[in-house]
Each structure stands twice: as C-alpha cells, then as structure tokens.
C-alpha cells in the first residue's frame, strides 16, 4: 500500500516566467467520486458510539482502520471501550473545527474540478500511472497528518484547509508542529496542489541522500517543474509555497540568490548542515534577510530546470524526470 503524506484552487492568472504551452487535455475522462469521512464520523451517536463506528469502518475499509491506528493514534491492544472513549473524546473536541470545515467547504465542487483537470495532465503527461479514483476527506489532529496518497484515494485533512488566519493554527502546541510559514498555506487553495505534490512523489520518489547540493537542487526543481506542468493555471508562489511577495523578491534578486551558492563554494557540498538549510523548509534564508524565504535552493534549481527546457523545449517530461541533474545543470548554463 502506498501512503504519501503531504502536510499543508484554481488560480487562473500565470506567472509571467511559466511556460504558456498548455496542451488540451479536455477530452480525457476523469472518474472520481467523493466520500466525506467527517461528516460521516461527526454524526455519530456519541451515546451509543460503537455500532454506528462500526458502520462508518465498514463503510471505508482501508481508510477508517488507518484513520483511528495512524492518524488518530489508537493502540489496536487497548480495549474496546478504551478505543471508543478516545474517539467519543476526539468528536467531542473537535466539534467546533468540523463546524468550520462545513462552512469552508459546504460546496466542494471548485476543489473537486481541480483535482480532476490536474489528473487530466497526469494522464496525458504519464498515460500508464493508475490514478486515483476517490476523494475521502476527514478531520484529524491539527498537530497531525494533512493530505495523503493512498492506494485509490486522496485522503484530504480538511482541518489542514481552513484558512491561514483560523483562530487554533496560532495556538502554541499547534505552532510547535506547524509555525506560521508552514500553516499559512493552510488554505483551501492548496488542496489541489498538495494532492498533485503526492503524484509527483510517487512517481518520482526523492532519493537525495549523500547527493551533492546542486544536485539536490536540481531534482527538488524537476519536481516543481512537473508540478507546473500538472498545475499550469495554478500561481507559481503557491506551488513553491511562497507569497506573491516572496516570489517576486526571488526574482528581482535571483543573480544575488545564485551568487549566494557560488561565493561559498555550496553546490558541491554534501553536508546535510548545509543543505538542510537550502532545499528544506523553513521561515527565511539568514543570509538574504528577514523578508527572504526559505527552501531558496529548491527556487534556484527550478529556474536551472526552467533554463534547461528552455533549450530542450521539445523533451518530453518523462525523460526531464528521467534525465540526470548534473547533465541538466551542465547544459543549462545557469548563470542569471
């Protein structure tokens, strides 16, 4: 079984630096059909929990046992009593975050489309990829899992969507897992994106361990490059994760970014102290400022890609994903 985690809708304005080249893909069938977990689960008679549980696991074989051993972290040796006290004391809790939820999302129609028009490009882009088939949302820990890729199904933590400013993502046990650079994109918009950032990772699983820096560079900017590719209506910051400000400060300052791998020898570096702090998550890039944000390898390596394809335009994306990231990055000749 596969299970991709992604931790974090349609924009129809393109970056001015994306590709325009945007194949019809209008006539490729997308069936996918949706299952609200959480509303199921809400429902619940608390008073009698265990038949009507029963019912609801029955309902999603595989999700709801991975809902109450993964994500709500029931031990399958506690007793049943002891298991249906935990989840009665789960919906308890969590009444008010699934009352937000039913007003962010009472229609999902507009995220459902997105979806589909982003598998439409992964079957025209990857024609034998078996893609899912469902779309199964829940509530979860908000410390906890977000959106995941199971075998048919995108699993999607709605409680991971329900806008940047929602009161519970600035409380402080909330913020120990997910501070502010992180749950500021815990907006509907990137329900799309998280999903489609889980195709790309099991497609092509990330394999950076003992690479060189540039390397690591260059394949994080491969997989932004697909996922433009599976998203191309979609704004580039939100698909890096950034602010439209962010964005545009990388750009303005992109020779300044590039000289900041140059001038301290990095890109050949394989100390994971250092490459943690370009190609990783995090607030800012120290030595950009303040205003900066983090992951500015993963930025660079994308304009590497972007310059690549440029003199490649005709490789297909496949062999982009297949081709080696020193050969991309000598031809290239990065140099903004």
């Known amino acids: 079984m596969r299970m991709i985690f992604c931790f974090m809708v349609a924009v ?23 299952h609200r977990f959480e509303q199921g689960l809400f429902s619940l008679d ?26 709500l972290n029931t031990d399958p040796k506690w007793p049943a009593d002891s298991t249906l006290n935990y989840v009665k004391s789960f919906i308890s809790s969590y009444r008010p975050v699934y009352d937000t939820a039913e007003k962010v ?36 820990p908000l410390d906890g899992y977000g959106d995941i890729l199971d075998e048919d199904a995108f699993i999607i933590g709605l409680h991971q969507h329900l806008g940047k400013n929602y009161s519970q993502y600035k409380t402080t046990w909330v913020q120990e897992t997910y501070p502010d650079y992180l749950s500021n994109r815990f907006e509907p918009d990137y329900i799309a994106i998280n999903c489609m950032k889980n195709i790309v990772t099991d497609i092509y699983p990330e394999k950076l361990e003992d690479k060189t820096l540039i390397v690591q560079m260059v394949e994080k900017g491969k997989r932004l490059y697909m996922l ?21 400060g990388c ?14 020898n990095f890109l050949q ?44 335009p005709d490789i297909p994306l496949k062999q982009l994903m297949e081709t080696d990231a020193e050969k991309i990055f000598s031809d290239a000749k990065y140099k903004p």
Do not use: R
């Open 105 to 140: 999302f009472k229609d999902f129609t507009p995220y459902e489309e997105e979806i589909k028009k982003g598998l439409q490009f992964v079957h025209f882009y990857f024609p034998t990829y078996k893609t899912p088939s469902k779309i199964i949302t829940y509530i979860g």
């Open 228 to 248: 433009s590719k599976l998203l191309p209506y979609t704004a580039e910051n939100k698909l890096i994760g950034y602010t439209e400000e962010q964005l545009k």
């Open 12 to 34: 129809t304005i393109l970056s001015c630096h994306n590709n325009n080249k945007i194949p019809d893909v209008s006539n490729i069938k997308i069936n996918l059909s949706i």
């Open 46 to 71: 608390t008073n009698n929990l265990g038949p009507g549980l029963d019912q609801l696991i029955a309902k999603f074989p595989s999700f709801g046992e991975n809902f109450l051993s993964t994500i």
């Open 251 to 264: 750009y303005d300052h992109e020779a300044a970014i590039w000289n900041l791998f140059i001038q301290n």
């Open 269 to 312: 570096t394989i100390d994971y102290n250092v490459t943690k702090n370009y190609i990783g998550e995090g607030p800012k890039t120290a030595e950009l400022g303040d205003a900066s944000p983090g992951n500015i390898g993963s930025f660079a390596g994308w304009q590497i890609v972007k310059k690549y394809m440029g003199k490649h």
